[in-house]
């Protein structure tokens, strides 16, 4: 078929809000109970039970959840904690927020995820923890983590903000108490949204309320509950803390969300294989690993890598090339280490929290990495039309290569 261009802008995802989630909204809203309140008590519910955790307590976002984490297991400053640069920036912002230094190690190329045989090399006297980042919602190989946490006396809590519905050997993200807490994010480009959004999930009985603390003004019980029948007349204030509390407005979105979250993924993965199949031909790019049995991906994104050195275009310029014809795409993500305040942190203040040899695997795959759409809701149609653009693009800088 000959090409042609799309006529409206494809962007990279969307969110699958549907007439439950509006009405649950506007219930909210006739209710009084627009803050937390009832309905964020039962998403926490539902998050424990679609997890198998005994513990998951609900805030505005991954980001607070993970300096809460940081808080909660005493961070002090000058502590080493071991992850990967391929990640949002909020993996290592948090740890450096509580004085901590974010160690970093290489990835393994093939899955884009914290390689673990790097892991003994980079630990120290100083080391307390390690956060695997399950990127693109591909499990990181948990039982070499573990093991190796568990020789040294580490902590390891599991950035899976991008991962709720994958699971480890048949585990959901955060359902294995060898990781001491688990982060996830409802923002609305994850597989479920809750407008913004973010979650601790944990197995200890004793973090519960030092958590709901943390969350809430350092006040020990649900607010919320102050205004109703149970509630004594005076708040207690034990310690000072941030302001991170999870909406009903949220929770009303999330309650349906999760319900049709492993419908949402099964959909992810269809397309995601459907992808690898229509592009297998294609050398000019290196398709994304599915996961395994043992890592069951939930297809968070389809990250393939751009190689310029056959196609005549660098990354940057496929993505706009790809965005003159109309497709969006995103970059997930630019090593943590190239953003300014990283690039003095690791060159000036803290050379030794990297390896000497730098991150050469980050470094290339994330010069080249590239998400094409994909959501539940993009049809087969538009995938095709992705697919043709890609290859329209690729061909046409081939032929100016060739003249
Ligand atoms: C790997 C990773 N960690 C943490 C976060 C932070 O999540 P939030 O936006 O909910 O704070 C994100 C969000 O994109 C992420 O992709």
């Known amino acids: 078929m000959p090409y042609t261009r799309r006529e409206t802008f494809l962007p990279f995802t969307r969110p699958m809000i549907g007439q439950a989630e509006i009405d649950e909204m506007i219930d909210s809203i006739h209710s009084g109970w627009i803050t937390t309140g009832p309905k964020s008590a039962r998403f926490e519910e539902e998050l424990r039970a679609y997890n198998g955790v005994p513990h998951c307590l609900a ?27 391929l990640t949002w920036v909020s993996t290592l912002s948090t740890v450096v927020l509580q004085g901590g230094v974010p160690v970093l190690v290489d ?18 006297p100083r080391t307390v923890g390690i956060i695997p980042v399950h990127l693109t919602g591909l499990p990181c190989p948990m039982d070499e983590i573990w093991a190796i946490a568990g020789k040294h006396g580490l902590w390891v809590v599991e950035d899976a903000a991008q991962a709720m519905g ?9 359902g294995n108490p060898r990781s001491v807490m688990s982060v996830y994010s409802f923002h609305p480009n994850k597989n479920m949204t809750t407008g913004e959004g973010g979650a601790i999930a944990f197995f200890k009985d004793e973090f519960l309320p030092r958590i709901q603390r943390l969350r809430f003004h350092g006040i020990e019980r649900d607010a919320w509950k102050r205004q109703s029948k149970e509630g004594s007349v005076h708040i207690d204030v034990a310690e000072p803390a941030r302001k991170a509390n999870f909406m009903d407005l949220q929770a009303a979105l999330g309650l349906h969300q999760i319900k049709q979250l492993d419908g949402f993924n099964v959909r992810r993965g269809q397309l995601f294989r459907r992808y690898l199949e229509l592009l297998k031909d294609v050398d000019e790019v290196m398709l994304p690993y599915a996961g395994d049995d043992v890592h069951g991906h939930c297809f968070h994104l389809f990250v393939l890598r751009v190689l310029p050195e056959k196609m005549g275009l660098t990354r940057d310029e496929f993505v706009t090339a790809l965005k003159e014809e109309n497709i969006g795409t995103g970059i997930h993500y630019r090593p943590a ?9 690791y060159q000036n203040a803290h050379p030794h929290a990297m390896p000497q040899e730098g991150l050469p695997h980050s470094e290339w795959s994330g010069e080249r990495l590239l998400s094409l759409p994909l959501w539940p809701g993009l049809t ?10 890609l290859k329209h693009v690729i061909a046409g800088a081939k032929a100016r290569i060739a003249v």
Do not use: F
């Open 337 to 345: 280490h190239v953003h300014s305040y990283y690039q003095d942190y």
């Open 59 to 85: 805030m505005n976002s991954a980001t607070t959840a993970q300096e809460i984490t940081m808080q909660l297991l005493n961070l002090q400053p000058g502590d080493e904690v071991i992850t990967s640069s």
């Open 166 to 174: 994958a699971t480890y050997k048949g585990t959901k993200m955060g």
């Open 380 to 389: 087969e149609a538009d995938q095709d039309q992705v697919v043709a653009t």
């Open 107 to 124: 990835i393994d190329p093939v899955t884009l995820n914290l390689d673990p045989s790097k892991l003994e090399a980079a630990i120290t």
